[in-house]
């Protein structure tokens, strides 16, 4: 019997997005060429798959769409009360190109947060703790294991102090490995969660959500192979709360 070949994978059909929505995407926009669309994520805004939401931003993806073109494509994602910079591909050379520079860590991810109570020590250094994911009923976890735990992925976190009380600190943090909740997960390793994460940590006053902001990302150019880095600046209700410590 000759075997079939593989089924390919159809693109979902075209979501119709109100005016408002499209507006609301396009302002997210920080960079854009012939075969990247970078975008400032807020928070609140599930990247794929969110439940209670009209739209996930993959969907909003949409009003980018050429007639009869796919979407752009997430590279990565954010979770969804995290914001900052994420990246598209337009194309799907460009989205194979950059999966393969993501697996080969020739990404550079950059994020800002804040750590409570007090500050890390060493004031630099890194985290390398072995993860494994958790699903009670329909969420899911991420938990520090051993390294020989049959599930276990290997993640590492490297982390910079840039201001400290005695309170809290904040950091500069760049994940070398990409796990799920991964620097949420390693901070609260250290006794060290992130502010505002009622989920690995404790809510703040003050803070609605937890303070993860993803400042920079750098990769190299699918075409040109030039090196890009996009850039995020602080929200108004994160910078708002640095100021007030």
């Not at 000759?2 to 507006?23: C, G, N, S, V, Y």
């Amino acid at each position: 019997m000759t075997p079939r070949p593989p089924r390919k994978l159809r693109e979902p059909a075209p979501i119709q997005l109100t005016a408002d929505e499209i507006a609301f995407v396009r302002s997210l926009v920080i960079y854009e060429d012939e075969a990247l669309l970078a975008l400032n994520k807020p928070a609140g805004l599930s990247s794929q798959g969110g439940r209670g939401q009209v739209n996930t931003l993959d969907e909003l993806l949409w009003a980018f769409a050429r007639p009869g073109k796919p979407r752009p494509r997430l590279i990565h994602r954010l979770d969804r009360d995290t914001s900052g910079v994420i990246l598209t591909a337009k194309t799907k050379p460009a989205a194979g190109f950059l999966g393969k520079a993501m697996m080969a860590r020739r990404f550079a991810k950059t994020y800002r947060t804040i750590v409570t109570p007090g500050a890390p020590e060493p004031p630099e250094g890194v985290i390398e703790a072995a993860m494994r994911r958790d699903e009670v009923g329909r969420e899911a976890y991420m938990r520090v294991c051993r390294p020989d735990h049959p599930d276990a992925e290997s993640a590492r976190t490297r982390y910079r102090t840039l201001q400290a009380t005695l309170a809290a600190a904040l950091l500069e943090v760049d994940p070398e490995t990409g796990r799920m909740h991964q620097i949420r997960v390693h901070l609260a390793a250290v006794d060290l969660p992130v502010a505002g994460d009622s989920v690995y940590g404790v809510a703040e006053p003050g803070l609605e959500r937890q303070f993860l902001h993803a400042t920079q990302l750098a990769f190299p150019h699918p075409f040109s192979g030039e090196r890009i880095a996009t850039k995020s600046d602080l929200p108004p209700d994160l910078a708002a709360y640095l100021t007030s410590l």
